[in-house]
């Protein structure tokens, strides 16, 4: 029984709905509730870093919660394994630092904001410490119900437009988790992750393939894998920067969780293997990750842009996963992280720049790199990243993603994100022509230095900064990095400890 | 920690020989840089530093990752000095580099995937076939080539001197030590590097534009010694390798003064060029000679042992002499065309031209040279050689006389001014080739940009997926069950 696992979904909870109160008492204190309980949330994570440093790097970490104390099938539990803990970490580590950032760039209604924000993070963090299906569908529903107002928060009719769509999608895809949900409870008679995992192979193998399906298409409608993959573009666009950052950075990377949980540690990866679908989702995922980069040359949005790649990179993710050898899934789980601050960077410096600009296109940021020069430079590493260049981390995850589609004998699919990278250094570069031009003031095209509109500049530029330096300083450190990585591999690979906990524990 | 980082390298004096090469040359360029005026100074040293950083990582490691490292960072800092040049020849440069770089990294993880960790002698044929095209993009093999006369002949002339003088060679120092047995396609593409290159020196007008296709010739020999497996053709690319690096870094340098004093680029608008600066005439004239391999200079001994490559076979000989006479043509073109041309009305006038460091940055290298010919036995692994300079003036002299000959029956190939090369020239002329084929022989005057037509192709694909897809929300919301229909269907 770890108290501090059911503390690492309250803390947030319960912030958010102090912070109204926080708003009659005296609105003013309410940015240092806000970065005090976030601080909170990250100690607790330090916390079970360090008091579980040598299991973790054993890879050995197990803690386990029950709710009311009833044990696992009766109850409700939550689980803290290796894999958890990874996503756990970023998460906490990456929101906390956007919602400092949030300080200096939302300046209007940060209340309902912060209430929003709070709620996802707890929602975000319930998803990967449970170890109930139901629960984890309820939590992945409060993703949902909590990430549309965000994007629709500039209360414009584009962004009123996004959120819509992006609920449509979202409702759908959970429709479909909902209906595996069902088809589970009504076969089995259990919710628990653990009893399930015992328990699947004895279902009939139609009953099997209904419910892997369902749950690979609602998790493929989440991700936003290519046909599914138009809410993604519009959401990413229109949101603010950080809730931006926050959907391409940490939103997607739970739904890789989730499918990581689901189809290895409840359904097993032999199913996928029995139903002779990974060869398909590999196509589909690569398919999808060139189409992303592919329409990301395209755009003249800015955001577009960053968005459509983002499709191009879960691509990559998914289908480097699917392979199912310990170098894939290093390589998937250190490109989790590798993209998750590549691309928080990446809004988050745009962010800033495009409060000098009249609008997203790329036409409207000529000449932006000279009045922001060091967030500009922060932008080419980020995107450097990106592209894999070193010493950024993102090399270093393309390296390895390339190298287990090698040694697992797909040479075409290798060579696919190749051909992403080069496609990537062509959009991203078309942005830098665009802000390295020469503007003269007063000439015959209309042109006006807008001033920024933010208060706290300095915080917006500092976090943004802080976010690129930790692609630089990942990349050259990481191997300590590595180490946890190939602990949590070992523990995909071998899904049994964690049954065997929750069973046994 | 230490100890594991450091064993990622290897300290022999193979490689020190290299790195300290590289290092000078970097050195006199970053010298000789320093009589340009450019803004931003303190940023293109930073370059150099980093530039030499990595260098240094790929000629020292033996792991494979650090080698790719090493190799997209020189790509980076040589990108970022060419900024100071063009920023269009730049942005080329860095995208077809990319490109190579990283079908290079594709290859070596291939490599690795085959049971070679470490940086060493590969044995299977297809894996040294596609690491050759793949360090052949930066190191200009035959068919990837396209990119160096431009850029090289671009580019400002201290980065032309390291991008000419040593990054073309980092292709060759890495096969230098994974084909240690020979290679038949290298020797052969080392052949026609050798004589597509010399040919196009010939008949180049632009004196930046000669030396950049001499580089692609002289490669060719590198290429070929270290094909043919012989081991004192091996020893010849070795030292090859090192003299060609110094001699050309030299010969770019001093070009970048020749078109102050002439402020023309044409060899033809040299004229008496003697009269005008005699120092740097020496300079150019020993430059060229030591890649002619006159006798007593090193050039002559790293082309001396690069012909063991022929073997016993005739026919390969004599083929080896028609190389060498190529490089005669070009060298003494240049002579006449700047040496022997009067310019009745010229008068030595006193342009303020800052040339502070010209005589260390084009001297020094020369020198080196000079040492290298005397130390020749000792800086290379094979004990003692007689290089027979008296045989090898006899045969020199005569590779003269018959260049000249060659050259007076062609009037001294005075042909039509051209244009610098630039990669819209190139694509009219794939275009007009193109249409011959089609038998449409109208020439295109067109200026065509490159990057724009890669670019509209590009953009124009993505348009078209983007038109194929659904635009409102109820069609595409419509594609979720045709895509559960299609799934069922195929399970």
């Given at each position: 029984m770890e108290t501090v696992l059911i503390l690492l979904i309250t803390v947030p909870l319960v912030t958010a709905f102090l912070i109204p109160l926080m708003d009659i008492l005296y609105k003013r204190a309410r940015k240092y509730?806000?970065?005090?309980?976030?601080?909170?949330?990250?100690?607790?994570?330090?916390?079970?870093f360090i008091t579980n440093y040598n299991k973790i790097i054993n890879g050995t970490l197990f803690l386990g919660y029950n709710l009311g104390g009833w044990i696992p099938p009766i109850g409700i539990n939550l689980v803290m394994d290796m894999l958890s803990f990874y996503f756990s970490s970023l998460v906490t580590f990456a929101v906390m630092f956007l919602v400092i950032y949030s300080i200096g760039f939302i300046g209007h209604h940060e209340g309902k904001y912060y209430v929003l924000l709070f709620i996802l993070w707890a929602a975000m963090q319930g998803i990967v410490l449970t170890g109930d299906v139901f629960n984890f569908y309820v939590f992945l529903e409060l993703i949902l119900i909590t990430s549309a107002p965000l994007i629709a928060f500039k209360r414009n009719t584009e962004g009123t437009k996004a959120a819509i769509k992006y609920m449509f999608y979202g409702i759908i895809g959970g429709l479909f988790i909902f209906i595996g949900l069902i088809f589970i409870y009504s076969n089995l008679g259990t919710l628990n992750f653990a009893e399930i995992a015992v328990n699947f192979n004895s279902l009939s193998f139609e009953t099997q393939k209904i419910i892997a399906l369902f749950f690979l298409l609602g998790l493929f409608i989440k991700l936003g894998i290519f046909p599914f993959h138009f809410w993604v573009v519009r959401a990413q666009s229109v949101a603010p920067s950080p809730v931006s950052a926050l959907l391409s950075g940490i939103v997607e990377k739970i739904y890789i969780y989730s499918f990581l949980r689901m189809f290895w540690f409840v359904f097993g990866h032999n199913v996928l293997q029995e139903l002779k679908i990974?060869?398909?989702?590999?196509?589909?995922?690569?398919?999808?990750?060139?189409?992303?980069?592919?329409?990301?040359?395209y755009e003249d949005d800015i955001k577009r842009m960053l968005a459509y790649s983002t499709i191009g990179h879960l691509g990559i993710i998914i289908a480097v996963l699917v392979v199912n050898s310990k170098l894939a899934i290093i390589a998937g789980l250190l490109h989790v992280f590798a993209h998750m601050l590549m691309k928080i960077s990446l809004f988050t410096t745009t962010g800033y720049i495009l409060q000098f600009t009249p609008s997203h296109k790329l036409i409207d940021s000529r000449g932006v790199a000279h009045n922001n020069l060091t967030i500009f430079m922060g932008f080419i590493v980020a995107a450097g990243g990106m592209m894999g260049l070193p010493p950024m981390i993102g090399f270093f995850s393309k390296v390895f993603i390339i190298q287990s589609f090698i040694e697992s004998g797909m040479l075409i699919s290798g060579s696919m994100v190749v051909l992403g990278s080069i496609i990537a250094l062509i959009y991203y570069f078309r942005y830098f022509i665009y802000g390295f031009k020469k503007i003269t003031l007063g000439s015959t095209e209309e042109f006006r230095l807008i001033l920024s509109v933010l208060y706290r500049e300095r915080v917006v530029t500092d976090i943004a900064l802080f976010f690129v330096a930790a692609v630089v300083i990942s990349g050259l450190f990481y191997k300590l990095i590595y180490s946890p990585i190939s602990g949590v591999a070992d523990l995909v690979l071998n899904p049994n400890l964690y049954i065997e906990f929750i069973l046994g524990g | 920690m230490l100890s594991t980082f450091l064993n990622q390298f290897v300290f022999n004096n193979f490689n020190i020989l290299f790195t300290v090469t590289g290092?000078?040359?970097?050195?006199?360029?970053?010298?000789?840089s320093r009589d340009y005026s450019y803004a931003h100074k303190e940023l293109f040293y930073l370059c150099n530093i980093i530039y030499i950083i990595s260098?240094?990582?790929?000629?020292?490691?033996?792991?494979?990752?650090?080698?790719?490292i090493g190799w997209e960072l020189v790509t980076v800092t040589t990108f970022f000095m060419l900024l100071w040049g063009s920023n269009k020849i730049a942005r080329v440069y860095l995208i077809i580099q990319f490109i190579g770089s990283n079908f290079l990294l594709y290859v070596v993880l291939m490599i690795i995937n085959a049971g070679y960790t470490t940086i060493g002698p590969i044995n299977e044929l297809n894996l040294q076939i596609l690491l050759i095209l793949g360090v052949?993009?930066?190191?200009?093999?035959?068919?990837?080539?396209?990119?160096?006369?431009?850029?090289?002949?671009?580019?400002?002339?201290?980065?032309?001197?390291?991008?000419?003088?040593w990054v073309v060679k980092l292709g060759f120092i890495v096969m230098l030590k994974t084909i240690t047995s020979g290679n038949e396609f290298l020797f052969y593409a080392g052949i026609v590097m050798v004589i597509y290159g010399g040919l196009q020196a010939v008949l180049a007008t632009d004196y930046?534009?000669?030396?950049?296709?001499?580089t692609i010739s002289q490669l060719g020999f590198i290429a070929i010694g270290i094909g043919s497996g012989n081991i004192y053709a091996y020893w010849g690319s070795v030292l090859h390798i090192i003299v060609h690096g110094l001699a050309k870094t030299s010969l770019f340098l001093s070009s970048g003064y020749w078109i102050k004093i002439t402020k023309s680029r044409t060899i033809y608008n040299f004229k008496n060029?003697?009269?005008k600066d005699r120092k740097n005439s020496i300079l150019t004239i020993i430059g060229l000679s030591v890649l002619a391999g006159m006798p007593f200079l090193a050039g002559y001994n790293s082309k001396y042992l690069i012909k063991y490559a022929a073997g016993d076979e005739i026919f390969l000989k004599y083929v080896f002499h028609i190389l060498s006479i190529i490089t005669y043509l070009y060298v003494f073109r240049f002579f006449r065309w700047a040496f022997?041309?009067?310019?009745?009305?010229?008068?030595?006038?006193?342009?303020?031209?800052?040339?502070s460091n010209f005589i260390f940055s084009t001297l020094t290298p020369i020198l080196i040279i000079f040492g290298i010919t005397v130390f020749s036995n000792s800086l290379i692994g094979l004990g003692n050689i007689n290089f027979h300079i008296l045989d090898g003036l006899l045969k020199n002299s005569i590779y003269i006389v018959v260049s000249l000959l060659i050259l007076a029956t062609f009037n001294w190939v005075h042909v039509k001014v051209k244009p610098v090369p630039s990669l819209n020239l190139l694509l009219i002329n794939i275009k007009n080739f193109m249409n011959i084929s089609k038998g449409d022989s109208k020439v295109n005057t067109l200026e065509v940009d490159m990057e724009n037509q890669i670019y509209n192709s590009l953009i124009n694909t993505s348009k078209a997926i983007n038109n194929v897809l659904p635009k409102k929300l109820q069609s595409q919301l419509l594609l979720i069950p045709i895509a559960i229909l299609l799934l069922l269907l195929f399970i």
């Open positions: 509730l806000v970065v005090f309980s976030a601080f909170i949330e990250f100690s607790l994570s330090i916390y079970l990974i060869g398909l989702i590999i196509f589909i995922a690569l398919l999808s990750s060139i189409v992303g980069h592919i329409l990301a040359l | 290092i000078f040359i970097t050195f006199v360029a970053l010298m000789s260098f240094v990582m790929i000629i020292m490691t033996n792991n494979w990752i650090i080698f790719i052949g993009v930066k190191s200009a093999i035959i068919g990837l080539h396209f990119w160096l006369p431009i850029v090289h002949s671009r580019a400002p002339s201290p980065v032309s001197a390291i991008l000419s003088g930046k534009v000669m030396l950049a296709f001499s060029a003697w009269f022997f041309n009067n310019d009745k009305g010229f008068k030595k006038t006193h342009d303020e031209i800052k040339r």
